[in-house]
Every structure is written in C-alpha cells, then in structure tokens.
C-alpha cells in the first residue's frame, strides 16, 4: 500500500483498513445468507452432507475475494508505477475573434 501512496502511510493504512472492514463484512453478510438449512429428513449423513456444501462454497467464495482484492492491489501498485501525464485536450485550442 506505501508503494501505492508513494510512502503516505496515513493513507495508505486508512485504506487498507476499508479493504479490510469491506472484505469481513461482504464474507460475512455471505456467510449469513446461506447459513439457512432445510433438511426434511433429521439423519446425520444429510446434515453432513448439506454442511460441507455450504462450507464448501463459502470457502469457493473466501478464495475468489482474496484473489479479487490482490487484483486490485496489484492494479493499483502498477498505475501508482507509471509516470503521470497531464491530459491533453482532444482538439487544439481555436482562437475564434
């Protein structure tokens, strides 16, 4: 984060402390959303059964957000990189009298 804040730690730790709020809230709002089980049947093969499909596919999850979040790190590490160029307007300036 220093790199992409060119060594402004103050910003660079605030935002990573909103990636870090963001990140635990989306997982666990997730999380609370498919917590919900209907089982029909009350024997211990469907509860297992059911368990691992929901701690399976919340870990699927917990992967595909951390790589999405290294993504964007990375991303904002290599714009921070380039030199920046001032905006050029798309047509030269006319000089109406």
């Given at each position: ?54 701690i399976g596919s919340f870990s699927i999850y917990l992967g595909l957000m ?32």
């Open positions: 984060m220093l790199d992409i804040f060119k060594g402004r730690e103050e910003i660079a730790q605030a935002t990573n402390k909103l990636f870090e709020t963001g990140f635990y809230l989306l997982n666990i709002g997730f999380a609370l959303m498919i917590l919900k089980i209907n089982l029909y049947t009350n024997d211990y093969q469907n509860l297992v059964e059911a368990l691992s499909y929901k951390l790589f999405i979040n290294l993504y964007f790190f990375f991303r904002g590490k290599r714009k921070s990189s380039q030199p920046h160029q001032p905006q050029q307007p798309p047509f030269p300036p006319r000089i109406v009298a």
